[in-house]
Nanobody, 121 residues
Framework: QVQLVESGGGLVQPGGSLRLSCAASGSIFSIKAMGWYRQAPGTERELVARVTSGGSTNYADSVKGRFTISRDNAKNTVYLQMNSLKPEDTAVYYC???????????????WGQGTQVAVSS
């Protein structure tokens, strides 16, 4: 199994910054991609940003130019640097990894427990 542990959430004023981290551990053979999703009350979970093992990234339109995702493959860790935060960025942020636990298994999606980000004055 694969475990994801997130950190870095909290309360910040509009215009401020936060950095989220997510470390993957457990029986990992390889990770295809890691990313961040978010879910605000009453809404569906949505993709925020994603990075593949090869370094390709994609972002939600709402965060382009403000958020940056990066990955340390050696540490199986993904980061999300969030700048110029807005109240509408308030949500629970979930780490996601698409990984395989051995060379004979299929890739599966794994989720962290979520970390709260609140943007308010």
């Amino acid at each position: 199994q694969v475990q994801l542990v997130e950190s870095g959430g909290g309360l910040v004023q509009p215009g401020g910054s936060l950095r989220l981290s997510c470390a993957a551990s457990g029986s990992i053979f390889s990770i295809k991609a890691m990313g961040w999703y978010r879910q605000a009350p009453g809404t569906e979970r949505e993709l925020v940003a994603r990075v593949t093992s090869g370094g390709s990234t994609n972002y939600a339109d709402s965060v382009k130019g403000r958020f940056t995702i990066s990955r340390d493959n050696a540490k199986n860790t993904v980061y999300l640097q969030m700048n110029s935060l807005k109240p509408e960025d308030t949500a629970v942020y979930y780490c996601n990894a698409v990984a395989e636990v051995d060379p004979y298994s299929d890739y599966e999606a794994y989720w962290g427990q979520g970390t709260q980000v609140a943007v308010s004055s």
